[in-house]
């Protein structure tokens, strides 16, 4: 008589998964940001999960075209901790600025935070009119002597609260417009690049290499 066979468990993968929280930094108040699953929790470190700033503050729907990414540090009792990894405007917000007959001025560099984290900081601005090459130079020159000064000054917290919310894009556009008139200023994106190799107090001190970041300002009227 034929020997039965044996039937194969199968394992259930979604039994073994447990739901994750996944919060904000404190900057950004220690929203929940989503909800995952995951087999293994030391293999979720690192992973980037993107929202809006709208999910987290919930004042302006124009605040959907600004995207936020957290990368995941820490798991602990079904809670993950994020550090801030960036932000940008979505694309269509983006060419919404653009209009003819007037100009652009852009730039980036790279900076360090007064608590060492090497950010890059991509700067937009945007005129009512054509600008002619040596307003642009005189609003990028600008721009970089602000954000290395506020950079330099603030902690990666501080930074990403005042690039994300508008606070640095607004003290580039309220000296700017003494060059020229402009339609809006911002910091279009940030990335965290990563921590800096000297000790912060010598980071404190020492000359900033980089230039122009992301967030929002505008006038509030043309």
Do not use: C
Not at 2 to 22: G, L, Q
Not at 30 to 46: F, L, Q, R
Not at 157 to 176: M, P
């Amino acid at each position: 008589m034929p020997k039965a066979k044996k039937t194969r468990r199968i394992k259930d993968k979604w039994r073994e998964k447990v739901w994750v929280t996944v919060r904000a930094p404190v900057s950004f108040g220690s929203t929940p940001v989503a909800y995952i699953p995951v087999t293994e929790p030391e293999k979720a470190i690192g992973r980037v999960l993107e929202t809006t700033l709208f999910d987290l503050v919930k004042q302006d729907p124009q605040q959907h075209a600004i995207k936020l990414h957290f990368q995941i540090e820490k798991i602990e009792n079904d809670n993950a901790t994020t550090i801030f990894k960036g932000h940008e405007y979505g694309r269509e917000y983006l060419r919404s600025l653009i209009r003819r007959g007037s100009s652009m001025v852009s730039a980036i560099n790279d900076y360090l935070t007064r608590d060492g984290m090497k950010v890059r900081v991509y700067l937009v601005v945007f005129a009512q009119r054509r600008l002619n090459a040596s307003r642009k130079h005189g609003i990028r020159s600008l721009a970089l002597k602000i954000l290395t000064e506020k950079t330099s000054s603030l902690t990666y917290d501080q930074f990403a609260q005042e690039a994300v919310l508008g606070k640095i894009a607004s003290d580039i556009y309220n000296e700017a417009k003494k060059i020229a008139h402009l339609r809006h200023v911002g910091i279009r994106k940030t990335k965290l690049v990563g921590k800096a190799v000297q000790p912060i107090e010598v980071i404190a001190e020492a000359p900033v290499v980089s230039q122009v970041a992301s967030g929002t300002a505008s006038p509030s009227s043309p």
